[in-house]
């Protein structure tokens, strides 16, 4: 019975301290931009849970733990102990993860997601140059935002110029100007 209580404690301090000091920095990004050349991956984060996250992992032992603790007081053997452990852990994990889920995505997030930007259009504040990035502002919604970006076809662009956003590599954006 001492193991399936230290377990139990254990699994409890850790979810309590992700809890409590926000450990757990599960990510969410469904839409991985391979970009042009098919190897840059896009920065783009947004916060969600994982059924394998810190918190529903020692949610699961911690249930376990106490599960286990409570049928080897009432006299189960071990495996039937363990045995209801999981059984247990399953389920208070699996409520947990559900609880989280909707938390996480009632919170607002002011990140914009690179591929989002696609089909805008930006003015150049620093001129994009054949070989180096420049940096491109363009409204989101109600927020202004800059990005690095680079030319599609290689060409220079001045600053002050209109261009279109055709594509992300990473957080990098991939524009074309626009001929008025």
Do not use: C, N
């Amino acid at each position: 019975m001492l193991i399936f209580i230290a377990i139990a404690i254990g699994s409890f301090v850790l979810v309590a301290g992700s809890f409590l000091f926000g450990h757990d920095h599960d990510s969410g990004d469904e839409s991985v931009d391979h970009g042009p050349e098919g190897h840059d991956l896009s920065h783009d984060l947004e916060p969600t849970i994982g059924f394998f996250s810190i918190k529903v992992l020692g949610t699961l032992t911690m249930g376990f733990g106490a599960a286990g603790a409570i049928a080897r007081q009432y006299g189960a053997d071990y495996l039937i102990a363990s045995l209801w452990g999981v059984a247990a852990g399953g389920a208070l994990s699996f409520m947990l993860f559900l609880v989280l889920k909707i938390i996480y995505r009632q919170q607002a997030s002011s990140l914009v997601q690179t591929s989002s930007v696609i089909g805008q259009q930006a003015v150049v504040t620093v001129p994009i140059d054949a070989h180096r990035a420049g940096e491109v502002d363009l409204s989101t919604g109600s927020q202004r935002m800059t990005y690095l970006a680079r030319a599609a076809k290689g060409e220079a662009i001045d600053k002050g110029s209109i261009v279109k956003v055709v594509g992300a590599a990473g957080s990098e954006l991939i524009v074309e100007e626009v001929r008025q």
